[in-house]
Nanobody, 123 residues
Framework: QVQLVEAGGGLAQVGGSLRLSCAAS????????MGWFRQAPGKQRDFVSV???????YYVDSVKGRFTISRDNAKNTVYLQMNSLKPEDTGVYYC?????????????????WGQGTQVTVSS
């Protein structure tokens, strides 16, 4: 069982930045694809970004050029750097882990979920 703990959410202004982190309990963290989903108020949970075990990354079109996903396998941690934030980036951000990169990119189902962290972007 992989446990995922997110941190770094909060309130930001339009155009501002936030950095999310997700620490995983699994010692084989390096073999998992790690990603982020988000759920806006009243909407379904949607894919945002993923990074494979080899370091390849993929983003939903709406965040390309603004968000950067990275991982530190020595620390069992994945990060999401969010710049140029927009009000539509508001939502609960969930960290996910799955051995299959394609499952994450495809929007699920994925094996493991974190508890979520709230991101609010205000003008």
């Amino acid at each position: 069982q992989v446990q995922l703990v997110e941190a770094g959410g909060g309130l930001a202004q339009v155009g501002g930045s936030l950095r999310l982190s997700c620490a995983a309990s699994e010692r084989t963290f390096g073999t998992y694809a790690m990603g982020w989903f988000r759920q806006a108020p009243g909407k379904q949970r949607d894919f945002v970004s993923v990074i494979s075990s080899s370091g390849s990354s993929y983003y939903v079109d709406s965040v390309k050029g603004r968000f950067t996903i990275s991982r530190d396998n020595a620390k069992n941690t994945v990060y999401l750097q969010m710049n140029s934030l927009k009000p539509e980036d508001t939502g609960v951000y969930y960290c996910v882990a799955d051995r299959d990169f394609r499952s994450v990119v495809g929007g699920g189902p994925v094996d493991y979920w974190g508890q979520g962290t709230q991101v609010t972007v205000s003008s």
